[in-house]
């Protein structure tokens, strides 16, 4: 009846610093930190249209979910729970990517890649399509179960089921599936698409209800005028918008994540 929601091991070597932090911010969307940067598209363009020579389609997002299973697996302790005020390291590097099942611009869902640091861009690719065409098509969709549940709520109890669907999960780490929760619904990190909105950038908020400590919102790949070795050139850039927990990561891991996905942004072979 009852499983473990995530693999989990203790996070060992604690830092004075790490402790402050845990004790200072609460949760994560008092110790947000928000950034942005327009990476090179060269890289991508190559892989895309490759891609596109083979009969295959690649988007900028999927490329961006590996960078983020890339960086997140550089830098393991923020691929981490935080527990009665301690923190726990995940075994897996899983990405979750967020799915518009319909037109209407209500409803959302959203499907896990799971160890998505070790699957290449065609497995990846494969499996985000075939995943979204069954949420699409009704045929499998993890979070239906629990969006029916909520859309039969009244507002002012939504709040309390998913706090408690967070201390259930997370806290205690058990996993029920009579409540129809999907097991470990958000993964290591998170990656929504506003580029296929049109929209070329804006920062994303963190969950309050699930402890999902990065999100990234990759935005429209645009031309902008940058500066190449002392002159002003146009060059195709992909905005990719961060949002992180600080009690998690500071300014040194923040740099070795960045550090990982601009090199895999620059050469996603």
């Given at each position: 009846?009852?499983?473990?929601?995530?693999?989990?091991?203790?996070?060992?070597?604690?830092?004075?610093?790490?402790?402050?932090?845990?004790?200072?911010?609460?949760?994560?969307?008092?110790?947000?930190?928000y950034?942005?940067?327009?990476?090179?598209?060269?890289?991508?363009?190559?892989?895309?249209?490759?891609?596109?020579?083979?009969?295959?389609?690649?988007?900028?997002?999927?490329?961006?979910?590996k960078g983020?299973?890339?960086?997140?697996?550089?830098?393991?302790?923020?691929n981490?729970?935080i527990?009665?005020?301690?923190?726990?390291?995940?075994?897996d590097?899983?990405?979750?990517?967020q799915v518009?099942?319909?037109?209407?611009?209500?409803?959302?869902?959203?499907?896990v890649?799971?160890?998505?640091?070790?699957?290449?861009?065609?497995?990846?690719?494969?499996?985000?399509?075939?995943?979204?065409?069954?949420?699409?098509?009704?045929k499998?969709?993890?979070?239906a179960?629990v969006?029916?549940?909520?859309?039969?709520?009244?507002?002012f109890?939504?709040?309390?089921?998913?706090r408690?669907?967070?201390?259930?999960?997370?806290?205690?780490?058990?996993?029920?599936?009579?409540?129809?929760?999907p097991?470990?619904?958000?993964?290591?990190?998170?990656?929504?698409?506003?580029?296929?909105?049109?929209?070329?950038r804006?920062?994303?908020?963190?969950?309050?209800?699930?402890?999902?400590?990065?999100?990234?919102?990759?935005g429209?790949?645009?031309?902008?005028?940058?500066?190449?070795?002392?002159?002003?050139?146009?060059?195709?850039?992909?905005p990719?918008?961060?949002?992180?927990?600080?009690?998690?990561?500071?300014?040194?891991?923040?740099?070795?994540?960045?550090?990982?996905?601009s090199?895999?942004?620059?050469?996603?072979?």
């Amino acid at each position: 009846m009852f499983r473990k929601n995530i693999q989990l091991k203790p996070y060992r070597g604690m830092s004075p610093w790490r402790k402050v932090a845990l004790a200072t911010w609460r949760n994560s969307e008092e110790a947000s930190v928000y950034g942005w940067v327009d990476f090179d598209s060269s890289g991508m363009r190559v892989v895309m249209e490759r891609f596109k020579a083979e009969g295959k389609s690649l988007s900028p997002t999927t490329i961006a979910a590996k960078g983020l299973a890339t960086a997140i697996a550089s830098y393991p302790r923020i691929n981490s729970v935080i527990r009665f005020g301690r923190i726990y390291e995940r075994r897996d590097v899983d990405i979750f990517l967020q799915v518009a099942p319909d037109d209407s611009g209500e409803n959302l869902s959203g499907m896990v890649v799971r160890q998505c640091d070790q699957k290449s861009l065609e497995e990846i690719s494969e499996e985000i399509r075939d995943k979204v065409s069954k949420i699409k098509s009704g045929k499998k969709d993890d979070f239906a179960k629990v969006t029916k549940t909520l859309s039969m709520s009244p507002t002012f109890l939504i709040g309390w089921i998913l706090r408690l669907m967070k201390f259930l999960n997370y806290t205690l780490n058990i996993w029920i599936p009579a409540l129809g929760t999907p097991r470990d619904a958000f993964g290591s990190g998170m990656v929504t698409s506003l580029g296929m909105m049109g929209i070329q950038r804006g920062l994303a908020p963190m969950l309050p209800f699930y402890p999902c400590p990065i999100i990234i919102a990759v935005g429209k790949l645009e031309d902008k005028a940058v500066v190449v070795n002392a002159e002003v050139v146009v060059q195709e850039v992909l905005p990719i918008c961060v949002t992180f927990d600080h009690r998690l990561v500071d300014g040194v891991g923040a740099a070795k994540m960045f550090k990982a996905l601009s090199e895999y942004i620059a050469n996603p072979t």
